[in-house]
């Protein structure tokens, strides 16, 4: 499985497919984040871009070969296998993005909450950002899972379909990304800081059922 890893990250770097979304993610953020803004409400932004972008990601991984080369690699490895070792590869890229982004936040942010409020602490503040990154990379991973092969294999309606479950999985009430963002806008509102546990094991399980369903249907499924 670790050569398979490495053989997806080796192809997405090699590929430039990592460029769109990286640089879509650093032109959202700077839209949407201004020098000296909260760093809690920024951590906010920062994680719920991070799930469209983990999304596509996923896509570009899971499309970067050729047909032909694809079946020759799950000849040798197994349908499964190499679905396992794609997502493991958009999962790894995601969080890296996500500790680079909290990182730069840090950098750039002003207070650590609203000025009116009780200042948080900082090392609560940046623990609750990247967990709420995790939580979004995850549930990322899972959309982007449904909406690509082997689960819908007309490409054609991947990209919408993912922009709308990426949307649906940030405003859904019960959502465990809606629930670690709105964590971090109450704390940026009210200066207390709570950690996101339950979103990131909710988001964990959620994640890894759906790659195990994808991964299940690679090996029964002809692309």
Do not use: F, H
């Not at 991070?50 to 000849?75: D, I």
């Not at 991973?141 to 309606?157: D, E, F, H, S, T």
């Amino acid at each position: 499985m670790r050569a398979l890893v490495r053989y997806q990250a080796a192809l997405l770097l090699r590929s430039y497919g990592w460029l769109p979304p990286v640089l879509a993610y650093t032109l959202l953020m700077v839209i949407a984040v201004s020098i000296g803004d909260p760093l809690l409400g920024s951590q906010a932004v920062g994680a719920a871009v991070l799930l469209p972008v983990t999304a596509w990601l996923v896509r570009v991984v899971v499309t970067a070969e050729p047909a032909a080369s694809r079946a020759c690699l799950t000849a040798v490895a197994t349908a499964p296998r190499v679905q396992v070792a794609a997502l493991l590869t958009a999962l790894s890229a995601g969080l890296l993005l996500a500790v680079g982004g909290t990182l730069a936040l840090w950098a750039v942010s002003g207070p650590v909450s609203n000025r009116k409020v009780p200042p948080a602490p900082l090392g609560a503040a940046l623990a609750a950002g990247l967990l709420a990154s995790v939580v979004c990379v995850l549930l990322g991973v899972a959309v982007g899972a449904l909406c690509n092969r082997p689960v819908l294999l007309r490409g054609q309606y991947g990209i919408p379909l993912a922009l709308a479950a990426a949307t649906l999985a940030l405003v859904a009430p019960l959502s465990p990304a809606n629930a670690a963002v709105r964590e971090l806008v109450d704390a940026s509102r009210s200066g207390r800081v709570g950690q996101p546990w339950a979103a990131l094991v909710a988001a964990a399980v959620l994640m890894a059922v759906v790659a195990a369903g994808a991964c299940a249907l690679a090996g029964r499924r002809t692309e």
